[in-house]
């Protein structure tokens, strides 16, 4: 299913020419290169931090007031959505100012 609906999702955003950026611990990356090769294909752009945090979810923030930490313990997604500006602009506060002091074109 999240297989599935990544494909749409690339798919919506490379249509509207929307810009995915991450945020990642050095830890969780194996190959740059191919980080850069996956950045072109998904139009995203990553910025590695070392070691930055060891957060077991993978959190997005979504335009303009939607979270989501989606956990994969023992292989069983459990996933939380939480619909709330203020909780929106809290985190995205915190990326922007975490994307600022580490991205740069990998």
Known sequence: ??????K???????????????????????DIEQTKIKDIKYGRQTAIVNNFLDIKADIDIFWPNKVSFLYFKNQIPQIIIINNKEIFDCLNAIFELIWKKYYKQI
């Open 1 to 6: 299913i999240l297989e599935e609906k990544s």
């Open 8 to 30: 749409y999702y690339i798919k919506k955003r490379t249509e509207k020419n929307l810009l995915y950026k991450r945020i990642v611990s050095s830890n969780v990356i194996d």
